[in-house]
């Protein structure tokens, strides 16, 4: 049914419905997360009425089932947590007591997931994973509030796109809202401890991810899968002195292409990546300004998202305009703190500018700037949060971004404040999804 009209020609397009046809309780969870950008990304779970994956005889395997969660505890006296500034000084990332796994097999469907202590993984040195990247991941953050509550942000949005990476490069389906289930359990039994109540404003990084572990070579869809969530800490990346430094890609290196996998969170995007991350480095530039296409379309900053805000030409109305690349070309990682700083200035900055969603180059953003249009600009991920953006250099030109509140613009630092009111419980919201976490 859903692929009625597809043209055979749109490969990745017919496989993706395909295999949501298989488990038809996946295409809500999917459908939501890709197609309708900046609105509503949490209509519904199972509005169809044929959701049951199981019910249709195409699947009668086990599906990813958090309910069945297995425990065994860590010795909660091994490990004392650290300090944030401790955590994050060395070269190794620091996870909490536990971690989440579950295991996918192509005849047997998915195990039971557990909750055990953090550990190494055993992997065959012929994994899938090793040498054809069949790899994807999700990055939310846990927020301990101000009110003493611990929240996640948007969850189910991480949980849908995890779906849709995780079919973009064959590995198993599962339900969304049963990953997000599991997130939820590894914070209720660790936020306790690794983020206490005592430290409100802080965070912990969750990172889940799905690998094939097949152990056999050759090119082909891994018959075998290792689901896993971690929890650790992750420094602030936020507020760089002097605000953050892009430099435009190289001309011959490019991060994404249309008709490839930028949209999706694979793990193949970012390992090629860093050359160009490393040289610009090198230079004093924090991230680089990914342009697109012999126009050199702005897409994104780093592994952000990236915004400018500008007052269009006299002629054009000298309108004030928050403006930032689209998503229909499948170009960019539909971000949840994009979503989320779209649907916020629409709602609560429309009587002062205007959000606006389309292609834009470089040059337009270089002429606005010698036309001394340009107000703002700024990268937005989870790991970056809202990032004010001061320098952008461009071969050999350089902008200037005004930082007219010394660390920040007005309407950056507008954006930031609210969505940061969301997450450490300033303001109560259906974004922030408390954790029921376990009484120590
Ligand atoms: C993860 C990521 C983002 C940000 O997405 P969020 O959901 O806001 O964290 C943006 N661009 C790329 C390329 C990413 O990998």
Known sequence: MVSQGRAPEDLTASAMEHKIAEQPSLANGITNGHTNGATNGHTNG??????????????????????????????????????????????????????????????????????KPYGPLSLMPTASVLHYATECFEGLKAYRGHDGALRLFRPDLNAKRMLMSTLRISLPGFEPAELEKLILALMAIDGPKWLPTSRPGSYLYLRPAVIGTQPQL??????????????????????????????????????????????????????????????????????????????????????????VVWRTKESEGAKLQLVTA?????????????????????????????????????????EADREGRLVEAFAAGTAFFVCPVSQIRHRDQDVHIPMIKGESGQYTAKIKGWMSDIMYGNEQHPWGVVVNEEKQ
């Open 46 to 115: 199972h509005a169809n009425g044929t959701t049951n994956g199981h019910a249709n005889g195409i699947s009668a395997l086990p599906a990813l089932d958090a309910s069945k969660l297995t425990i065994t505890r860590a010795d909660p006296t091994a490990r004392a947590v650290p300090d944030e500034a401790t955590a994050c000084s060395g070269n190794e990332t620091i996870c909490t007591d536990h971690m989440i796994t579950a295991t996918w097999k192509a005849g047997a469907g998915w195990s039971t997931p557990e909750l």
């Open 218 to 307: 050759g090119v082909q869809a891994p018959k075998e899968a290792l689901l896993f969530i971690t929890a650790s800490f992750m420094p602030r990346m936020d507020l760089p002195v002097g605000g953050m430094k892009l430099h435009t890609n190289p001309e011959d290196m490019i991060r994404a292409w249309v008709g490839g996998f930028g949209y999706a969170k694979v793990g193949a995007n970012y390992g090629p990546s860093l050359l160009a991350t490393q040289e610009a480095r090198q230079r004093g530039f924090g991230q680089i300004l990914w342009l697109y296409g012999p126009e050199g379309f702005c897409t994104e900053a780093g592994a952000s998202n990236f915004f």
């Open 326 to 366: 689209p998503l229909d070309d499948k170009l960019i990682l539909d971000g949840v703190t994009r979503r989320s700083v779209v649907q916020l200035a629409r709602e609560r900055l429309q009587n002062e500018l205007e959000v606006v969603e389309r292609k834009y180059t470089i040059d337009e953003v270089l």
